[in-house]
């Protein structure tokens, strides 16, 4: 089976699965490891992939809409005081990162050995649109056409860009979607920022179009974030697999505090 085919049955997996959260490819292999921790002694392996995000049901924890929370600068992160990150930390640094004044709802969060990430919808006054981030000291496993860095070739609705920047960051931007089918989801286009960092840490993240989930359609043309803005995000400096402790200890009171 050649690239085009294996990404064109990845992408069409995972847009049959119309009410999974989209955490992308570091929440998918997250959720994979754990079930394989908790399914090891029945012997009993789960696979992860593009495609992971079938196993994955979570319920949303809905928020009502949010007052604009000021973003906190962002200080060194390599003299503050550390903690392991998690991923009621990535939802409070998100919320720093993304534009001022929008509503938040569907929150979610995940923390495992080595990941942590989280996903929201966020309204700008244009709409809601989810988002997504997350860190990890790996990459997704045995993802097939999305394995390490590299692109494979671009497909209908899908295309990728890889680059290394000066200070030696790996960089991949992948589009996929919209799609040309009848379902409304179909109309739903994910942007994901990946970086690798040279000491081996991995950011995620993910803009769409639209609330991703539930055969819901797209409610603008483009995604909430551009590839740059998101580039941005992913570059920086408090993402990491330990984080300020202050974030990390204040991060369930930043979320309660946007219901």
Known sequence: MDTEVRIRESLDRELSEAGRPPLGSIV???????????????????????????V???TALLLRPASTVGPVPPGDPTTAARKAATGEAVIALLLDLLPPGGEVAEVEHFTDRGVAAGSLLYDDGHGPATVSAGVADHQNEGSGAFAGMGCPPDAEGFTCRHRVTPDGVEVRVTTMGPYDCSDRKCSI??????????????????????????????????????ADRMLAMATDPRWGLTMDAALVDGAAARIRAVR
Do not use: C, Q
């Open 189 to 226: 286009k994910d942007v994901r920022v990946e970086i690798r960092r040279p000491d081996g840490t991995f950011v995620t993240v993910d803009s769409y179009n639209g609330p991703f989930g539930h055969d819901r359609a797209a409610t603008r043309a483009e995604t909430l974030l551009d």
């Open 56 to 58: 994955m049901v979570v």
């Open 28 to 54: 998918a292999d997250a959720v994979a490891a754990g079930r394989r921790r908790r399914r090891w002694r029945r012997g009993a392996v789960v696979a992860s992939g593009a495609g992971a995000l079938t």
